[in-house]
């Protein structure tokens, strides 16, 4: 039987829509807007598209952009400067450092140098220490788009064998300890497991970030499980898929994320939702 979708775009989009009557309630109430500063250095044409989809998501949800289109000359003390400037500005609760940034720049100076309190990619070692301890402020967007799609399913993640494929800072350690936080008994997968096929076969849930397209196979998945594909990759002909086979994958899943149309969409609501969260602290309701 074919699986389930788990229809990404979708549940963004009720997001979204949440998220907009809130701020509305939040400037009756408080008289603050949440604003996002948005930081893009370079020419990236993937970056430029994700930049303007989020200013997009926020104009329609209400929440002020400051945006900051930077040339790839920009060096890395520009880019602290401004970081400084926007740490310091009231009107923003929230700051997005578009990944990835021009070789010459430090990346890791420059998400430290982001305030935790405006953390809205959950970036910062302070707040993937918060994640550590179960406590976070902000979570990363991705690995939180990826737990509101499991839950939208009903399925219960308590008690489940979570494979995770992939071990980056920013999805899979965080997608890992959020899902041990709800209880699943967790398996962090890299390039050096042995027998991954045979570890992806334990998972009831299987939440695959490891950037190589199509790289998971119907013979890597248990029946009936639930497949999140992380994966953004474009084949030669320009065509975006995921790092999920998905055509034989979902004859044998019992549920499966598309790519497009599945997680993308839910990072970029996620990044909203953690801006109005932080403009509702800001603003002493939260
Ligand atoms: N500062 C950050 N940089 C990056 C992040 C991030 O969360 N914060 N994640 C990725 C890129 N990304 C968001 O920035 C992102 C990637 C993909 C999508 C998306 O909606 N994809 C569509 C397909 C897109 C296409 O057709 O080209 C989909 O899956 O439906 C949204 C956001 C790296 N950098």
Not at 127 to 142: D, K, Q, S, W, Y
Not at 189 to 195: G, I, N, R, V
Request: aromatic share 4%; glycine share 8%.
């Amino acid at each position: 039987m074919a699986a389930q979708i788990i229809d990404g775009k979708a549940l963004a989009q009720q997001i979204r829509e949440r998220i907009a009557k809130d701020v509305v309630d939040l400037v009756a109430q408080k008289g603050v807007r949440p604003g996002l500063a948005a930081i893009l250095v370079g020419d990236d044409p993937a970056s430029h598209i994700y930049v303007r989809n989020k200013q997009k998501a926020c104009d329609a949800a209400g929440i002020y952009v400051d945006e900051n289109k930077l040339p790839a000359s920009t060096t890395q003390a520009e880019l602290l400067r401004l970081i400084e400037k926007v740490n310091a500005d009231p009107k923003i609760h929230g700051i997005l450092v578009q990944l990835p940034l021009p070789k010459h720049i430090d990346s890791k100076v420059i998400l430290d140098s982001v305030s935790p309190l405006k953390d809205a990619d959950g970036f910062h070692p302070y707040n993937f220490g918060r994640l550590v301890e179960g406590n976070p402020i902000f979570e990363a967007c991705t690995p939180k788009g990826v737990i509101k799609m499991i839950e939208s399913t009903g399925v219960t993640i308590e008690g489940k064998r979570a494979v995770v494929l992939g071990r980056s800072n920013i999805v899979g350690k965080p997608a890992a300890l959020m899902l041990l936080h709800r209880h699943a008994t967790v398996t962090i997968c890299h390039s050096k497991t042995k027998d991954l096929p045979a570890v992806c076969r334990e998972a009831e849930i299987l939440v695959v970030a490891i950037g190589k397209a199509k790289f998971v196979t119907a013979d890597m998945v248990r029946e009936g499980a639930m497949v999140i594909d992380v994966g953004t990759n474009r084949t030669a002909e320009g065509k975006v898929v995921g790092d999920v086979d998905y055509e034989p994958v979902s004859r044998k899943a019992g549920w499966i994320s598309p790519v497009p149309g599945g997680v993308g969409p839910m990072t970029i609501a996620m990044l909203l939702d953690n801006t109005l969260e932080s403009a509702k602290r800001a603003a002493g309701l939260a």
